[in-house]
């Protein structure tokens, strides 16, 4: 009876403090609800309908904390105490807004007086602000897609900053790529959700269009796969993206906004082929120009030309004659776009990706009208190919970023569990904003689920680039934790994500297997030793029992959000590392007795992610997400149980003494020019990765270095790894200098070009790995200094062995 009345106690503690921004002492209060009164919401008479649809959702929101629902008024002058909501250009604010006119999503919260006013510049501008309130009330953004259902309390009070707020987007266009949809989000769609269109349809694209709304996105690549239905293809669905104001657009092998797999029929179209079949190619894309003329919705047309899916051009003997025709090609498609439009080229958002082989036909000379945006590509693994040189950011159109957090393709898939390091997020696409990326930044998705927080990480920065410092990336999650769960657990379910994240950046549960993909490989005996194996696997038992300990502190309206945002991506990505290292100890056991105990626990961890998956599917949130989670993806080798017995193998020993130095445990360094050596907690495998500051790219003269000590025991030959991450400079030129003791520094290049040997290895891994043989003459204490070309070089650790 104790344990229940101190459960209780804890839990209304939990409830009165489940807002991260109560903490403000200089906060301004403005009361929404108490027992005793209700704030009413006031908007103009004309006010547009995407922004009265947002107003009833903050209704909606308020009731579902409070139980009480505020009345919406129109009303044509401030006058009466209540909430006002509307457009910096309607006649509520006309005469208040004038700093907001003209400008791009930017709005306006502040308490003026006994009201509250909420102003936008635009009608994206207008919902933004209202999401930012619902936010700031404790409503998260994955209410509806996570479950995470509002706590209930009686009084509901706002606080703001004494000032109010005043906010606009870093980038101009920020949205998702809905990709490699056919284990999730299709057949979710297709037999739960939508079953009457039995696909990707306007009843499923509502509810991402209203997410995305919350998440302050504009953006939409729709999904593409064989298994969707062109978007276009579908009654309702772009009638639902001008409904929700959602600029639609699409990927690197969609041009004109064509959803080839599904749109483009050899038997009545012929050849894909602009060498041999120019007539029927651009017919085919004026006839979606005429379509849109008559409609009236947003968009970004992506230029140049692929193949039908994600493969190259076809047609073109060689990379001269490719070049020709993509230039060629981009001119026709302007000229079209200009004489259906009826508008100059630069009033119509145009972009070009320069993804895997479009980005070499760039490097040699392709050139691309000034006014077209340059949205560069990462590697597919999170590290950005290429971003605009000094002479390429003066260009009108700007550039932006296409970033994977999910990804199908060599040399292997992750699209069942979303574990791309936050940190890594945050390095990357603030190093590309500061180099200029700021027109467009689009992330692959996946399936949306389970991607929830690295997506909403990213779209945050693409809001506000500021929002979190190169030492606040495990704040942010501690925010994230409070708004979705509650503050009390944040500092010790925070530690447990960045261990999560951690161990994945050495290796993600996709990988464990260590098998390939294109061509498909078996899995086969990791790299680990044993007591890699053991250590790691105690790893994840410690993650696993942390998060049950945890769960206890989840108030009942939340279990459901608990499953999918925390226990799932956790206890599977755990149980993935069990079944592949226990087999890996059952191999290289002499032990008959052990060896059978390490089969019996990885057969029974993939038996326990078959259970958590069938719960997700059909037991969390009664049902609502069957057909969403799946344990195999693509029927990859390493979703399978494991049937092969482990064949005994020598163990790898371990036995020798690694020293092992974490890039910010540094003596002492050398800066350059305005630049700084500085670390980034939640990056890399050390966690705290360190790099130059700013991160706008300069070459150096002056090489900038950094040094550490280490000390062994006795004289002779040692190796030393320098483990870096396998970032990327424009012209494949990074280069380190290694300096041992003062003696002659040796000069490492470390990119790798196309995707070779190396590069699989190193985006397996995570890490680009530089290896020097010394001998060592005396015991004690030595010096390793590290010297570097650019900016853009970033070390993780550091081992001597």
Aim: glycine share 4%; proline share 4%.
């Amino acid at each position: 009876m104790n344990k229940n009345i101190l459960a209780r106690f804890l839990l209304l503690l939990i409830f009165l403090s489940n807002n991260i921004y109560s903490q403000d002492k200089n906060a301004v209060n403005f009361s929404i609800a108490d027992s005793n009164q209700l704030a009413t919401i006031y908007i103009d008479k004309n006010t547009d309908e995407l922004v009265i649809w947002a107003v009833n959702e903050l209704a909606d929101d308020v009731k579902e904390i409070t139980g009480k629902r505020p009345e919406i008024v129109p009303i044509q002058t401030i006058s009466k105490k209540g909430i006002y909501i509307g457009q910096a250009s309607s006649d509520l604010f006309k005469s208040k807004s004038k700093d907001l006119s003209g400008q791009w999503e930017k709005f306006s919260i502040k308490k003026e007086k006994e009201n509250l006013l909420i102003v936008g510049s635009d009608v994206r501008g207008t919902v933004y602000a209202i999401f930012e309130i619902t936010e700031r009330l404790g409503i998260s953004p994955w209410k509806w897609w996570a479950d995470v259902h509002p706590i209930k309390k009686e009084k509901l009070t706002l606080q703001l900053p004494q000032k109010g707020i005043i906010s606009s987007p870093s980038v101009q266009y920020r949205g998702i790529f809905l990709n490699d949809e056919d284990w999730g989000l299709e057949p979710w769609a297709e037999k739960t959700f939508e079953p009457e269109v039995g696909n990707i349809g306007s009843k499923t694209y509502e509810k991402i269009f209203q997410l995305l709304l919350r998440l302050k996105a504009n953006t939409i690549w729709p999904a593409m796969h064989p298994s969707t239905k062109g978007f276009f293809t579908l009654p309702g669905n772009k009638e639902m993206a001008q409904k929700y104001h959602m600029v639609i657009g699409s990927s690197h092998a969609e041009p004109m906004l064509r959803n080839n797999v599904d749109e483009w029929k050899p038997k009545i179209h012929g050849d894909y082929n602009y060498f041999t079949n120019k007539t029927q190619v651009d017919k085919y894309w004026q006839d979606r120009l005429d379509e849109l003329k008559s409609a009236h919705n947003e968009t970004i047309m992506t230029l140049g030309m692929r193949g039908v899916h994600d493969s190259k051009m076809e047609g073109a003997k060689d990379l001269k004659e490719s070049i020709g025709m993509v230039e060629k090609i981009i001119l026709n498609q302007r000229e079209m776009l200009s004489n259906t439009f009826k508008k100059p080229l630069k009033e119509i958002p145009q972009a070009f990706v320069p993804y895997k082989e479009v980005l070499e036909l760039y490097d040699n000379g392709l050139k691309v009208p000034d006014d077209i945006t340059l949205v560069w590509p990462d590697d597919n693994y999170g590290y950005i190919r290429r971003l605009s040189n000094e002479e390429e950011q003066k260009r009108a159109g700007g550039s932006g970023v296409y970033y994977h957090i999910s990804y199908w393709g060599r040399p292997h898939d992750y699209l069942w569990l979303s574990t791309t390091q936050p940190g890594l997020i945050w390095y990357e696409m603030t190093k590309a904003y500061e180099n200029g990326a700021k027109k467009m930044w689009i992330v692959n998705v996946g399936d949306i689920k389970p991607a929830e927080y690295d997506t909403e990480l990213f779209l945050d920065l693409a809001w506000d680039i500021k929002s979190i410092k190169s030492d606040g990336i495990n704040q942010y999650l501690k925010h994230w934790i409070t708004r979705e769960f509650s503050p009390k657990i944040a500092n010790d379910l925070s530690a447990v994500f960045a261990e999560h994240y951690r161990l994945a950046f050495l290796r993600k549960p996709e990988y464990m297997g260590w098998s390939q993909t294109e061509p498909t490989t078996q899995i086969k005996l990791s790299n680990f030793s044993a007591e890699e194996c053991l250590e790691r696997i105690k790893a994840y038992d410690n993650l696993m029992q942390k998060i049950d300990s945890l769960s206890n502190f989840i108030a009942s309206e939340r279990k459901d959000a608990w499953f999918q945002l925390v226990v799932y991506p956790v206890k599977a990505a755990a149980y993935m590392n069990h079944k592949f290292l226990y087999w890996n100890l059952a191999s290289t056991t002499t032990d008959e007795n052990l060896r059978k105990k390490y089969e019996l626990l990885s057969a029974e961890a993939y038996q326990k992610i078959k259970e958590l998956t069938v719960f997700y599917n059909t037991k969390m949130s009664n049902g609502k997400w069957d057909n969403m989670m799946s344990m195999k993806p693509r029927n990859l080798p390493v979703f399978d149980s494991i049937k092969a017995p482990a064949k005994e193998v020598t163990a790898k020993s371990s036995s020798k003494a690694v020293i092992t130095i974490n890039a910010n445990d540094f003596v002492t360094n050398k800066t350059a020019k305005n630049y700084k050596w500085k670390t980034i907690n939640g990056l890399g495998y050390s966690n705290n990765s360190v790099t130059l500051f700013p991160f706008k790219h300069s070459y150096f003269n002056e090489k900038p270095s950094i040094s550490y000590e280490f000390e062994v025991e006795k004289a002779g030959d040692y190796e030393i790894e320098i483990h870096l991450l396998p970032t990327h400079a424009n012209n494949f030129d990074h280069q380190i200098e290694v300096q041992i003791d003062g003696s002659k520094a040796k000069s490492f290049s470390i990119n790798t070009k196309d995707r070779d040997k190396t590069w699989k290895e190193n985006v397996l891994r995570n890490s680009a790995i530089v290896k020097l043989p010394v001998s060592i003459a005396n015991r004690g204490k030595h010096t390793i200094t590290i010297a570097v070309n650019q900016t853009g070089i970033v070390l993780d650790y550091i081992t001597v062995k």
